[in-house]
């Protein structure tokens, strides 16, 4: 389509402020930005919606206008939201740079004309799913009438017999057929595979899609950005680790330009979908910072008590009894700090806080999630769990191993090698008395996982009570210098000799001490363990028969 006809939809609340012999060129898509540069996501012929935030000095319009001009951008539109009127400077640099630029009335949202845009554009160029474009607004609408991304994925493959599936960044399905509909579907391991591979892709730059083959089919994998926090990212971490994905099961490597335009257009569909959930999710955060700062303040637990009242409701529509609660909270930390460590934790875990086994954007989203500074702290309702006030909720609620093997894999591709994650997980309370105690609860499990290797860790309650929840607290150069001395004569040892003295080690304290036991693990004659054994207490002047001794290299193995 051409600039002309978005000017004459009067729908679209649009005025033209120059660049009028330009009006015949085509768009081929639609960004909505307030980057300062935001090239590395335009590929030439978009309209470019924006709500000025860039703009700090008259200066910023002619270094903005030059890095639209270079990426090939059909046209610029300004919203009139939070502007009196469009600036000066701005409208003589697209005037020096003949780039049309229009303003856009406070009535109409970007949303409108993205939606305008892409049907337009879509229907255009690929008659034969015309039928994805026109019901884009039942993507909108989220009730049982309109399907979410269900309908977009349905027609992609009734009409194109592409099969495509939306998924998390950790490979949770949220849209799409699931194994036992249609054919094999795509299973959960596939869909963190693709996960991963789809992070690690984003964290080198490199632009969609991207192609991966794993278990004898090729996919094509399309990133679905949030549109509102993407708009205001400066940099990639700070959307990689919540971002969807579409997985296309087919090779795009040799597709034409009108159907990888087709497929942009329908992943643009799809983040629609994704910004309204997020909205959505605007209570359940403020509640939480509610509920959060009650806590941390020391408020009465009556007082806590009547905010999770109003909390309940919004998060189990439906159910007319208060649940126990969970408390997660998760930190994420970048290499150089330049990074805030909060809003990532806070996205990532209302991605992660769901049934791994549910599908779906909404069904199972009843978290609450806040955060401060670079952390991020989650209220986890469990319904329907029915217990006296002294007794614990044994295999209730989340774990904090079940929910570490279900993230793990892909989140570290997303890390990279300058990220790092860790979780706490609470126990379940009854009642907000309790609650501040789940929270320090959770902050002292996340510590926990922080002192173990790794890029994703986590803890739960259960650890709390063992001794390794002494280790976060012993200072640094205390831990280097008691396992050096501990170990250090080992691995110089194996080293040199090859004796595999620390995984005997290893084997032999988690056996117990058991002679027979560890010698059958590791397929040794006991004689040789007794060897190898005797040569660990030669090296470091320590008795494997003392409990005390024991303990050490028990620590100082944890410790390393």
């Not at 799913?129 to 039942?138: F, G």
């Not at 497929?263 to 509610?290: M, P």
């Not at 779906?360 to 702290?377: C, L, M, S």
Request: hydrophobic content about 45%.
């Amino acid at each position: 389509m051409r600039l002309r006809a978005l000017l004459e939809t009067d729908a679209l609340g649009l005025r033209l402020l120059g660049g009028e012999d330009e009006l015949d060129r085509t768009v081929r898509g639609v960004m909505t930005t307030d980057l300062r540069d935001p090239s590395r996501y335009l590929s030439g012929g978009e309209l470019v919606l924006t709500g000025l935030a860039w703009r700090r000095e008259p200066e910023d319009s002619e270094r903005f206008v030059r890095i639209l001009t270079a990426a090939g951008v059909a046209g610029l539109a300004a919203g009139e939201a939070e502007i009196a009127s469009t600036p000066d400077d701005l409208i003589a640099a697209c005037a020096r740079h003949r780039m049309p630029l229009f303003s856009v009335d406070e009535t109409v949202s970007f949303a409108s004309i993205t939606e305008h845009v892409v049907r337009q554009v879509s229907s255009e160029r690929a008659g034969d799913l015309a039928a994805v474009v026109d019901r884009h607004r039942r993507l909108m609408t989220g009730g049982p009438a309109g399907g979410g991304p269900e309908v977009v994925l349905d027609l992609l493959g009734t009409d194109l017999d592409l099969r495509a599936w939306v998924l998390s960044p950790t490979g949770r399905r949220i849209a799409g057929s699931a194994p036992a509909e249609a054919g094999p579907g795509l299973s959960p391991e596939t869909g963190a595979v693709l996960a991963g591979e789809h992070l690690a892709a984003s964290r080198t730059g490199r632009r969609g899609p991207h192609r991966v083959t794993t278990g004898g089919s090729t996919y094509s994998l399309f990133p679905v950005g949030n549109t509102a926090r993407a708009a205001s990212a400066a940099d990639v971490r700070e959307t990689v680790l919540s971002d969807w994905l579409l997985a296309v099961e087919a090779d795009a490597g040799d597709w034409p330009a009108e159907r990888l335009d087709l497929l942009h257009g329908v992943t643009q569909l799809i983040a629609v979908e994704r910004d309204r959930r997020d909205a959505a999710r605007t209570v359940r955060r403020r509640l939480a910072q509610e509920v959060l700062e009650l806590v941390q303040a020391g408020a009465a637990p009556a007082e806590i008590a009547a905010r999770l009242r109003v909390a309940a409701p919004v998060l189990l529509p439906g159910l007319g009894t208060a649940p126990h609660w969970q408390v997660v909270v998760a930190r994420v930390e970048w290499e150089g700090g330049d990074v805030p460590g909060g809003p990532v934790a806070q996205a990532l875990l209302e991605e992660v806080l769901v049934d791994q086994d549910s599908a779906g954007p909404e069904p199972t989203d009843r978290i609450a999630v806040a955060h401060t500074g670079d952390e991020a702290v989650a209220l986890v309702p469990l319904p329907g769990v029915v217990t006296g006030p002294d007794e614990p909720l044994t295999g209730a609620g989340l774990h904090a191993d079940a929910l570490l093997a279900a993230v793990r894999e892909p989140l570290e591709r997303g890390l990279a090698d300058d990220g790092r994650l860790t979780f706490g997980v609470s126990a379940a309370v009854h009642s907000a008395e309790g609650l501040r105690g789940a929270l320090e609860e959770a902050r002292h499990a996340r510590r926990v996982a922080a002192a173990r290797p790794g890029r994703v860790c986590a803890a739960g309650h259960q650890e709390l009570a063992s001794h390794v929840l002494l280790l976060p607290f012993v200072p640094d150069d205390v831990r280097r210098a008691f396992t050096a001395r501990l170990l250090d004569p080992l691995r110089d040892y194996d080293r040199r000799h090859r004796a595999e003295l620390i995984p005997t080690l290893e084997a032999f304290l988690d056996c117990d001490g058991s002679w027979t036991r560890c010698a059958t693990r590791l397929h040794l004659h006991v004689n040789t363990l007794r060897y190898r054994v005797g040569r660990i207490e030669q090296l470091t002047g320590r008795d494997l028969s003392r409990l005390e001794d024991k303990l050490d290299f028990f620590l100082a193995l944890r410790m390393s």
